[in-house]
């Protein structure tokens, strides 16, 4: 298959979130399980024979929300919950809602009443990571996980099949990662559009499938010749990708994302499961080690170290922190991260989005001038 | 406007806060470190450590009741942090970086200690906090209970409880005294029973005390909590209370009615919203949130108790859970009615409550509302708005007592 072929086709699941799961339910007469974004093992959903589908909410009629979540409710959630009440997720049988915040803490009960669903379970990360007492209890709480999926699909997940479900999603990491790699070094070959088009699709079918398509890919993109071309180098920062159109923006003006700590970027890929450990631990290792996140992370706030330090090894001309409004654990630690930039030397911008309409124009405007401004004429 | 008698124990209050304010100052002079807690969490162990605990809670709070949340939150706007946030929180980072201190300053940290009960703010706002002081913060971690409550989760709760212990015996450099503890323990047992005694004369009828009384009079159960001193001024309050009931002296004239209010009272509008209530001859008679306070510890296994008592917290619990609280409540109390503050700076008691009120007025038939709001900022308060979702609520109250 072409790279243009495989593009247009990853981009058209994204066009259509419910076209790979619906098809996949009726070949294989199987259920599937949403998660909300993204922290999440779905290796355990995969091991239990369920579709794992990533709901990353988007441009949903948030009316239907409105008798059930209150206005300041970010709109991440609220446009998932839209989504679900407008019939647009009636193929999911269950869903897994990560806690990383207070809204996604409270939120499953309002889920339940609104939009009931068979199987609903919270997962319930630890908040603190650096003391002993958190692994052990991700532990215990990735194994009730295990045993609620247990019940609901009436089989057993046997380790082994932990483990092979493990080695899929490590060779799909790796694939992703493979593919930041590309475009950071031949920007020309794939867009960042692009690129995070496919993490997209990669919450939206299933992972036998996209392995192969993106193996196709990545070799269409090796024997592809590099077009050496300067580009401004940005990092972007915040917790979910939206708009999606503000890479067309940085595409048009000469920016290359070659960083990012997003849930639907690369803190989906960061870190791999180790496949010689008891399964369990190793996924629970796994989201210890993670990127750092507002929330979820030692009190010292090393996000901030970890921005500073990978704008630099990536050589980042410039920081943009996307923020949804009203999500509460990135804007506490906004004004830390950006005095860390400050003392750097790094510059950044802030610019607040919601899941609500198509990106006003005022991003573009904003995104052109950041542009402008760090990589000046010479650079583009 | 009706007039009030006030309580003697009002006194007793006023010399009681001032007296934490003064230890809290004194605390730092004397090397005896400042611990930064939030509202539920275990300050048993903290007063067994000897360490001096300050609720910045009560700061929020109070610069709401001050009318300066607003101002006080602009220093904190100014630095990025949004509106949106918690109004305490906002109050706290604010006054870190203010100029003028209307309400005089926080009393800074030595060591901060957050506990996630309540919600997800407060641990980001210390985490915050311990920066800008440049102070060691130590997170208790209370996974959400869903269900019936789990051993495991009781179990690492039991663990950081430990982890907590250990780090204080390094930072005083004193074996930590469990005789103290059971001491302290013992203390916040009767405080807690005497504030709950209190609390339960708001179901009589007349009631000589309501929600807003016990708004007033909460302070020492959350500051002094695990002292004589609480145990000694509710012992005080409880009887002044008797005394009035006896006397004909009724927290509102003529009481018809009888409603729950869910949660945190609106700071700046308490005397506003005593007086709306009154004036339609309805008491606020229970709370959520006055109830928090109601620990009972088991002394022959104190950190176990100690354990289930701050994980097990109703606001740490599932939407059900919560759900039947409330109903408990309202069936306990006699009340007509119930008004649902949601509560734009808190999350954790604000989500749901639309659901909520469906529920609980399609299980008890009572007339029942929400009203938005935040509980210390008032540009976030619209008189007309409120009167507009109140004042037919009142009507509802009294064309179903017809």
């Keep these: 298959m072409h790279k243009e072929e495989i593009i247009e086709f990853l981009q058209k699941v994204v066009e259509k979130p419910d076209w790979k799961v619906r098809e996949w339910k009726e070949q294989e007469k199987g259920k599937a399980v949403g998660f909300l974004l993204t922290d999440v093992p779905e290796e355990l959903i995969h091991a239990a024979g369920f579709f794992p589908y990533g709901i990353s909410g988007g441009r949903a009629r948030m009316e239907f929300a409105d008798a059930h979540l209150q206005s300041w409710t970010c709109s991440f959630v609220r446009s998932s919950l839209s989504l679900a009440l407008e019939g647009k997720l009636d193929f999911l049988d269950g869903l897994i809602i990560p806690q990383t915040c207070d809204t996604t803490r409270n939120v499953s009960g309002i889920w339940q009443h609104a939009n009931p669903l068979p199987f609903l379970q919270e997962y319930r990360l630890p908040r603190q990571v650096d003391r002993p007492s958190a692994r052990n209890y991700l532990i215990y709480e990735l194994n009730r996980l295990k045993e609620e999926l247990e019940k609901f699909s009436g089989r057993k997940i046997t380790e082994e099949k932990i483990k092979e479900s493990i080695a899929l999603y490590n060779d799909n990491r790796n694939l992703l990662a493979r593919l930041f790699v590309l475009h950071e070094q031949n920007p020309a070959a794939i867009s960042n559009r692009e690129l995070y088009t496919i993490i997209e699709a990669a919450l939206l079918m299933p992972v036998e499938i996209l392995n192969k398509y993106l193996n196709g890919l990545i070799e269409a993109l090796e024997n592809e010749e590099a077009a050496p071309k300067s580009k401004i180098r940005l990092f972007i920062s915040g917790t979910l990708l939206e708009p999606l159109e503000i890479l067309d923006f940085i595409d048009e003006n000469g920016g290359l994302v070659v960083g990012d700590d997003l849930k639907n970027g690369s803190r989906y890929i960061d870190a791999q499961v180790q496949t010689n450990d008891d399964p369990l631990a190793a996924l629970a290792d796994r989201q210890l080690k993670r990127i750092p996140g507002a929330f979820y992370d030692p009190p010292h706030n090393p996000r901030r170290h970890f921005l500073v330090k990978t704008a630099r090894d990536k050589k980042v001309q410039g920081v943009i922190f996307l923020h949804l409004r009203n999500c509460e654990p990135e804007n506490y630690d906004f004004y830390d991260n950006m005095q860390a930039l400050e003392e750097s030397g790094i510059p950044a911008i802030r610019i607040e989005t919601e899941f609500v309409t198509a990106p006003s124009g005022q991003i573009r405007t904003r995104v052109e001038a950041f542009l402008e401004m760090i990589g000046g004429e010479g650079n583009v | ?402």
């Design chain 2, 1 to 402: 406007m009706f007039k009030r008698v006030p309580f003697k124990t009002a006194g007793l209050m006023k010399k009681l806060m001032g007296e934490y304010y003064e230890k809290g100052a004194r605390s730092q002079k004397e090397g005896i470190p400042v611990a930064w807690m939030t509202a539920v969490s275990p300050v048993e162990i903290i007063y067994a450590a000897g360490l001096f605990p300050y609720y910045p809670e009560n700061f929020g709070a109070l610069a709401g009741a001050r009318k300066i949340a607003d101002k006080l939150s602009l220093s904190a706007e100014a630095k990025g942090y949004s509106h949106d946030l918690c109004a305490y929180a906002r109050c706290g980072i604010g006054d870190a970086y203010a100029t003028e201190h209307p309400v005089g300053k926080i009393v800074e940290p030595n060591i901060i200690f957050a506990c996630n009960t309540q919600c997800g703010t407060l641990p980001k706002w210390f985490e915050v906090a311990s920066r800008f002081y440049d102070v060691p913060y130590f997170l208790l971690d209370s996974p959400l209970v869903g269900g019936e409550p789990e051993e495991a989760c009781r179990d690492y709760f039991l663990q950081q409880l430990k982890e907590m212990i250990a780090y204080l015996e390094e930072v005083t450099g004193r074996p930590f005294d469990y005789d103290r503890l059971r001491e302290v323990l013992h203390l916040s047992n009767e405080a807690c029973r005497l504030w709950n005694e209190v609390l339960d004369t708001a179901a009589r009828k007349p009631a000589p005390f309501g929600f807003f009384d016990a708004s007033f009079h909460m302070a020492p159960i959350v500051t002094w909590r695990g002292t004589q001193e609480a145990v000694t001024y509710y012992r005080e309050l409880k009887k002044e209370v008797d005394e009035r009931d006896k006397a004909g002296i009724y927290a509102i004239p003529e009481e018809h009615f009888k409603v729950y209010f869910d949660h945190i009272p609106l700071w700046p509008r308490l005397r506003w919203f005593s007086e709306l209530f009154a004036s339609h001859h309805t008491l606020v008679a229970v709370s959520q949130y006055t109830h928090s306070w109601s620990y009972s510890f088991d002394l022959e296994r104190p950190l176990e108790s100690l354990a289930a008592n701050y994980l097990e917290e109703f606001v740490n619990r599932s939407f059900d859970y919560r759900v039947q609280l409330k109903l408990n409540f309202i069936e306990k109390y006699g009340c007509d009615g119930f008004v649902f503050f949601s509560n734009r700076s808190c999350k954790s008691t604000g989500l749901g409550l639309y659901d909520k009120r469906n529920i609980v007025a399609e299980k008890t038939g009572l007339p029942g509302v929400v009203f938005e709001a935040d509980m210390s900022d008032e540009r976030f308060f619209s008189e007309e708005q409120v009167l507009g979702r109140l004042e037919p609520f009142f009507e509802q109250l009294k064309s179903a007592a017809r």
